[in-house]
C-alpha cells in the first residue's frame, strides 16, 4: 500500500481529496505527504503546512545534518524557522561592504566595530561565539560589538580574539558604579557603561580575569596595543566619544570613597550630580538601600522630567514597585500610571504591590482602593 492510500486510511479526517492535494504539494515527491497530512488533521492551515514544507524543501541542503529530517519537527512553524535561518553561501565580492569597520590598528592588535552579520562572521572566524551563527544572530543584533583581532596570538589561542558588547536596551546607572567603584580592578562594569568581554573560547571571565589570572582584561588588551588606555578609548570611540563617567569620578567618586552611599544626604547629593550633568535617570537611585525615607524619594523623584519618567521600562517599573519609594503617594501614582501606559496588566501591578514587604498601612490602603478599582473595576 502507497503512502497516500495510508494517509487516507489513517486520517479519515482530512478527507481524501486534502490527502491528494497534499501529496500533488509535496516537493519531494511523496516522502513529506505523511507528515503534511497529519499537521493538517492536528488543525494546522494547509496553505501554512505547503509553504512551510516547500522551503524546508528548499533549504535542506544547506541545514545540518541532524536537522534535515522533517518528522523531528513538531509543527509547521518549526519547520518554517529552520528554513529562513539559513541564507545561500555567497562569496563577498572585491569592493562589497565588508560589514565592519577598522577604529584603531596597533602593532600587536587591531580593533574593528562589526556593523552587519556578515562583519561578525567574518571576523568571528575560529571562535565559538554564538553571534557568528545566522541563527542566533538575530538576538544579538542591535547590540554594539567591538572586536580585537590580536596578531602575537595563534588562531586556537583564547587570547587571540575578544569580542565586546554593550547592549542596546542598556542605561549605565549610577547605583552600579557604586556597587563596583571599590573593586581591585580599574575596568569595572559600571566604568565602562556596561560592555562584556568574551574571549576567543567564548568565555566571560568573572571579574574579568581568566581562570590562570593572567591579568584583567583591560591591560592585556593595552598589552598588546602598547599604549595605557587603548581600549579604553576605542570604547569611548565606537560609542560615540563621550566619557560621562570622567564628570562622574569627579563629583560622586569622593563621596563613595568616603563611605559609599549611606544615608539620605549622600543620596540626595549623588542625585543632584546625576540630575545637573544628565548623565543617567535619577529615579534608577530609587531603588537603592539609602531611598527608606519617604522624603529622600521623594526629593529625588523630583529632580526627573516628565521624559526621564517616561523612559522607564516594564523592567524598571516592577524593579520600583517592589521598593519603599511606592510608600511616597506621588511616586506610587506614577508609577501606576506608567505601568498603565506600558500595557502592564493591573493584576500584575497588584501583585507586585502586595509581594513589597516594605509598604506601609497607607501605602497597603492605597493597594486595596486599586484593587477594587482596576482589577475588580468596583464604582
Request: glycine content about 8%.
Amino acid at each position: 500500500m502507497s503512502r497516500r492510500s495510508e494517509s487516507k486510511e489513517k486520517f479519515t479526517d482530512v478527507g481524501p481529496d486534502t490527502v491528494d492535494a497534499l501529496f500533488d504539494a509535496d516537493p519531494s515527491g511523496g516522502g513529506y505527504g505523511t507528515w503534511m497530512v497529519a499537521r493538517v488533521s492536528a488543525g494546522e492551515p494547509r496553505d501554512v503546512v505547503v509553504a512551510a514544507v516547500q522551503a524546508f524543501h528548499g533549504a535542506k541542503r544547506r541545514l545540518p545534518k541532524k536537522e534535515r529530517d522533517l518528522c523531528a519537527y513538531a509543527d509547521a512553524a518549526s519547520v518554517a524557522r529552520a528554513a529562513t535561518r539559513t541564507a545561500p553561501a555567497r562569496r563577498r565580492r572585491r569592493g562589497d561592504d565588508p560589514g565592519y569597520t577598522l577604529l584603531r590598528e596597533y602593532p600587536g592588535v587591531a580593533f574593528y566595530r562589526v556593523d552587519s552579520y556578515e562583519g561578525m562572521r567574518t571576523l568571528g572566524r575560529d571562535t565559538k561565539w554564538c553571534t557568528t551563527s545566522r541563527q542566533h544572530w538575530p538576538n544579538y543584533s542591535g547590540n554594539l560589538f567591538v572586536i580585537a583581532v590580536s596578531r602575537l596570538r595563534g588562531k586556537r589561542d583564547a587570547y587571540s580574539k575578544f569580542v565586546m558588547m554593550l547592549r542596546e536596551s542598556y542605561t549605565p546607572s549610577p547605583l552600579q558604579y557604586v556597587k563596583y567603584a571599590t573593586l581591585k580592578n580599574k575596568w569595572s562594569y559600571a566604568r565602562t557603561n556596561a560592555w562584556s568581554f568574551y574571549d576567543a573560547k567564548d568565555r566571560q571571565p568573572g571579574g574579568f580575569h581568566d581562570a590562570q589570572d593572567r591579568g584583567p582584561i583591560e591591560e592585556i588588551l593595552d598589552m598588546l596595543a602598547g599604549e595605557v588606555g587603548a581600549t579604553r578609548g576605542v570604547l569611548l570611540e565606537a560609542q560615540g566619544g563621550t566619557d560621562h563617567h570622567e564628570i562622574f569620578d569627579e563629583h560622586v567618586v569622593p563621596f563613595v570613597r568616603a563611605g559609599g552611599l549611606v544615608g539620605r544626604g549622600r543620596l540626595l547629593e549623588v542625585a543632584r550630580v546625576v540630575a545637573a550633568h544628565g548623565l543617567f535617570n535619577p529615579l534608577s537611585l530609587l531603588d537603592h538601600p539609602a531611598a527608606r525615607h519617604r522624603d529622600a524619594c521623594r526629593e529625588v523623584a523630583s529632580l526627573a522630567t516628565d521624559e526621564q519618567w517616561a523612559a522607564l521600562g516594564i523592567g524598571a517599573v516592577r524593579e520600583l514597585l517592589g521598593q519603599p519609594a511606592v510608600n511616597v503617594p506621588e511616586i506610587f501614582d506614577r508609577l501606576v500610571a506608567r505601568g498603565r501606559d506600558i500595557g502592564m496588566c493591573p493584576r500584575e501591578v497588584v501583585n507586585l504591590l502586595i509581594d513589597n514587604k516594605k509598604l506601609t498601612k497607607p501605602t497597603r490602603l492605597r493597594v486595596v482602593e486599586h484593587l477594587r478599582t482596576e482589577v475588580f473595576q468596583l464604582g
